[in-house]
T-cell receptor, first 110, second 115 residues
């Protein structure tokens, strides 16, 4: 399978803990995106990488959120001091000419 | 900035009946348009896209959409739905000129197909 993969698929954490998600894009794609989807809503853009450079961040991405893409391959999204409002599906997408989405990581903060 | 409006949050339809899911967008610049489908607990799968050329776009699974610039619409249609089409459908736009090409999504339409 050469699609976008994300790990873990599900994460349950207690408020105040740190979590990290990983995204492996389609190998030939140099663009990588993170989106957040809350219940009953469409995905909302969080941040974007061109190779290893983070070129845009949404205002949704508070200081507790950090994303990296070392060497322009896989990417990680870390949330520090999680809050209940962080509970959502976190989607990763990579693109050449169009975006292909991974299965998402569902985060539940208790 | 762009925005997308999907007026119908839910659309119930009987199997083998036709369906139309509505999408209207707002943008000050030219856009690309997309429809994605999301099955429960899964990511999004691209159904079809409009980049340029013919305003009638055909996608996977028998879906098609028509771009109407004057009405700023991109409605999704299928002449005969199947139970397996039950899913959430999202309309999205991206800026043609921006280097990021991030997608702006609507709130989604839940298509419920019953026997």
């Amino acid at each position: 399978d050469t699609g976008v993969s994300q790990d873990p698929r599900h994460k349950i954490t207690k408020r105040g803990q740190n979590v990290t998600f990983r995204c492996d894009p389609i190998s030939e794609h140099n663009r990588l995106y993170w989106y957040r989807q809350t219940l009953g809503q469409g995905p909302e853009f969080l941040t974007y990488f061109q190779n290893e450079a983070q070129l845009e961040k949404s205002r949704l991405l508070s200081d507790r959120f950090s994303a990296e893409r070392p060497k322009g391959s896989f990417s990680t999204l870390e949330i520090q001091r999680t809050e209940q409002g962080d509970s959502a599906m976190y989607l990763c997408a990579s693109s050449g000419y169009e975006q292909y989405f991974g299965p998402g990581t569902r985060l539940t903060v208790t | 900035a762009q925005s997308v409006t999907q007026l119908d949050s839910q659309v119930p339809v009987f199997e083998e009946a036709p369906v139309e899911l509505r999408c209207n967008y707002s943008s000050s610049v030219s856009v690309y348009l997309f429809w994605y489908v999301q099955y429960p607990n899964q990511g999004l799968q691209l159904l079809l896209k409009y980049l340029s050329g013919s305003t009638l776009v055909k996608g996977i699974n028998g879906f098609e959409a028509e771009f109407n610039k004057s009405q700023t619409s991109f409605h999704l249609r299928k002449p005969s739905v199947h139970i397996s089409d039950t899913a959430e459908y999202f309309c999205a736009v991206s800026d043609q000129g921006g280097t990021a090409s991030k997608l702006t999504f609507g709130t989604g339409t839940r298509l419920q197909v019953t026997l």
